[in-house]
């Protein structure tokens, strides 16, 4: 399962979790989903941190990935797709001629 999977059910689940222990309260019905929505957002600053980070480090990843891949199109549509040892040894044979 995926870190962002993980961390999105972890933060649904604390706001169930938030609310069911708020059902017992005398409150508007309103009121309790936002005392909810502000306590599990709290609570998972804190007890989620683990799945943030690991959140974090797989969209960093994800990213790095993305941005090689389209330096690399760029760089085949712009006609250098020839590594940089091949470049160099094909320069030399065009001075040749």
Do not use: H
């Not at 993980?6 to 309260?25: D, E, H, N, P, Q």
């Not at 309103?30 to 980070?53: E, Q, Y």
């Amino acid at each position: 399962m995926s870190a962002a999977v993980k961390y999105t059910l972890g933060r649904i689940g604390l706001f169930v979790a938030v609310l069911a222990a708020l059902w017992l309260v005398d409150l508007d019905i309103f009121i309790k989903l936002m005392v909810a929505l502000a306590f599990s957002a709290a609570l998972s600053f804190f007890l989620l941190k683990g799945w943030r980070d690991e959140m974090a480090e797989e969209m960093a990843t994800a990213a790095e990935r993305r941005r090689a891949e389209k330096e690399r199109l760029r760089s085949a549509l712009a006609g250098e797709d020839e590594p940089d040892g091949d470049e160099q040894q094909g320069g030399a044979r065009s001075a040749e001629r």
